[in-house]
């Protein structure tokens, strides 16, 4: 693999911060400041560290940058950011933008993201990017005279493009039905974890109980009360359990919705390949008529019928000089519509070519990761159970001693 | 100390029938119990005869003859069992039996072996039968006797099981009771080919009299009741009120497991979906589906086993406490009737040397009824403690299995995840 920016630079988003400013309409408000950390790694031949650098970051600049990518890089898969707003929480998690573990978790969803971007062949080039990490005045600036916002394809017109193209590349069609449906089962599944979160926790809470009926209870018995006291405090220690269980599973949630946010941007290389693709459509259409035109204009033929072909039937014909004129304009059109339709299609081929190229690079990625996300989350599930067991098992010899 | 100044005591019908005395006072050399015997001027009241225990000189060698735990295998002679529910369709209901066995090497019965046939009824009159005539000892409950229909399927499989369990342990509970095991009506329940005959006669023999058996005279007030008996009272009141809430908490985790089991229901399935949609992913999506449906498994059967086998008992024992409290309300009338009588004679100023004899009869019935009772609640509370050891320690287990059950689950598909695909 090509020299990413990951392996010569280390990146981490090190802090949040609550700050408070004036925004755009010069109204206070509170937001999150995320401090990016930057170092060089260099071979440690003296035994000296590079210095590390930092700025700090808020959630919608990094949006800016993520808005860019994706309209400078239509063939990439741009990686995700982490969610705006929480979402499938169940009753503990907090929906709340300001609540301290949201924004934990999203300080390593925007570390995952910037690592994500730097370990990307094509992406880590990117000079922007770059200045992102590295330059904290006047990036905004310097992104905004990219002029990229006049790139960006209108939402109205991504949407013609897609019920009207005639020839898609099957494989994009095929694609974007995939994102369609892991879009779909992933939110399936984050749902229902979560409410799956919500009814284990109740499971575990209500066993607390005992401990305190427990010890209750061994107060008026003889033999059977110390038993019963430390069985209790057992059950406390288990009802306890299940906080720590369940916030490490929020980190496979994460991992999950990471998915769920890529099948976003998987669909949007589809969207920009149906785009170019009706666009050449139209524009090979558009030199079919021209050329028409003109061979009907050159032969006197009205091959199709055209309210000027009617017109000029009924109120007589143009003279040869105005046809001649004509003619000549369609002509120099034709040429300039051949070239268009030739480096249209140039500009299809090379997209469609690189764009699969990524496509694959992320096809076995998401398998990988994926794949170690299933592995963890098993390794959780089985750290639970042997818990549970020896909770039991702790009680169990607490009863024998009653 | 109680049954030791009684010992001392010159007994009222000691001159009488010093010949039924011995017999009680030596154990057979076969038994290490001695043998109940009707004592005729033991009467109730309104003059029925009352099959009752010896006076209290003879429960309290039974004390000391007690061994501290049950009695182990090699010196039981009396094994009864409850199992192979029936069910009966009659023109007028539908009904279900138990068979009972029995077997035993005691003189009391004819035969080594028995087995008959009994519906809860039968254990309803035999446990009515009990109360009416060992009204100082501890009955043990039985599973409650209504069940509201509809709500519950008296023909269930796990209904029948619940209470066939909680059958066969009153059995064996009045089998393991030195006392009550000897009792008449239970010897007829366990050998009787018609029990109904042998029912209808007591009843008859009931009507002839003219009125029930009543133990409790009722109406007189207590003045002051012993210590001990006041903290028993007092334990089972905060025993059952702390069964209550268990038996809540257990219930409410019971229901909490169902909900989390429905979720989980759902949360399995979605996996396999996903794992239609992908290529490479498909296997470990597809076993992650069928891990959680492993794990549905094994919680519904925890859930059913903590319905079956923990709330019954909780139960029981919840009914048990009552049982005793009204035996312990019933000992305090015994006590206020003698104190009144006793009361009554000292105000009339006699100068009779003696003291009647139904004054004396009433202090014979306080001394028997305390030591009985005291008896009674020792056994019962070394019982009670190893029923509940079982029972939490049962508990642990079925939650360990649980546990195991999804680990083993969880372990067995960490190869499958981490399988590449080149390899296979």
Known sequence: MEDCLAKKMEITVSEAE???????????????????????????????????????????????????????????????????????????????????????????????????????????????FYLFLTQEGGWKEMVNETGFQLKADSRLKALNATFRVKNPDKRFTELKHYSDELQSVISH????????????????????????????????????????????HHMD??????????????????????????????????RKHELMQYDLEMAAQDLTSKKQQCEELATGTVRTFSLKGMTSKLFGQETPEQREAKIKVLEEQIQEGEEQLKSKNLEGRDFVKSAWADIERFKEQKNHDLKEALISYAVMQISMCKKGIQVWTNAKECFSKM | SGPKSLREMPHPLATSSSEEMGPALTPSPDLLLPRSIADKDLSLPNGTPVDTSSPASSSSLLNRLQLDDDLD????????????????????????????????????FDLPEYSVRRRYQDFDWLRNKLEESQPTHLIPPLPEKFVVKGVVDRFSEEFVETRRKALDKFLKRITDHPVLSFNEHFNVFLTAKDLNAYKRQGMALLSKMGESVKYVTGGYKL?????????????????????????????RIIKEQLEYLVELREYGPVYSTWGGLEVELSEPLEGVSACIGNCCTALEEL?????????????????????MKNVLKKRDQVQAEYEAKLEAVALKKEDRPKVPTDVEKCQDRVECFNADLKADMERWQNNKRQDFRQLLMGMADKNIQYYEKCLTAWESIIPLLQDKPETK
Request: proline share 4%; hydrophobic share 35%.
């Open chain 2, 303 to 323: 859930s059913e086993d903590m319905t079956e086998d923990f709330l019954p008992v909780l139960r029981e024992y919840i009914l048990y406490s009552e049982s």
């Open chain 1, 189 to 232: 599944l984050l749902r229902v974890r979560a409410r799956v979160a919500d009814r284990l926790y109740g499971v575990y809470k209500v066993h607390g109980n005992y401990g305190r009926v427990f010890s209750e209870w061994s107060a008026i018995e003889k033999e059977m009360g110390d038993g019963l006291q430390s069985a209790g």
């Open chain 1, 237 to 270: 220690v288990y009802a306890a359990s299940i906080d720590d269980i369940l916030e490490e599973e929020e980190h496979y949630a994460d991992q999950l919705k990471e998915y769920l946010f890529y099948a976003e941007a998987l669909r949007a290389v589809c």
């Open chain 1, 18 to 128: 609550k700050r408070t400013g004036r925004n755009a309409m010069n109204m206070q408000e509170t937001y999150t400041a995320y401090l990016i950390e930057t170092r060089a790694v260099e071979s440690q031949s003296e035994g000296q560290c590079a210095p590390v650098d930092s700025l700090w970051r808020r959630y919608s600049e990094f949006e800016l940058l993520r808005n860019y990518l994706s309209v400078t890089y239509p063939h990439i898969v741009v990686p995700p950011l982490p969610e705006k707003r929480a979402d499938f929480v169940w009753h503990k998690l907090s929906a709340d933008n300001m609540d301290p573990d949201f924004v934990e978790r999203r300080r390593i969803g925007l570390e995952n993201f910037l690592l994500r971007v730097a370990s990307h062949p094509v992406l880590c080039q990117d000079k922007i």
């Open chain 2, 73 to 108: 295998g090699e010196t039981r002679d009396l094994f009864v069992t409850v199992d192979d529910p029936k069910k009966h369709v009659c023109t007028m209901e539908t009904y279900i039996t138990y068979r009972v066995t029995t077997k035993t090497t005691r003189a009391e």
């Open chain 2, 223 to 251: 003045r002051s009741r012993p210590l001990e008996f006041a903290a028993i009272g007092e334990y089972l009141d905060t025993f059952s009120l702390k069964l209550g809430t268990i038996d809540r908490i257990a219930q």
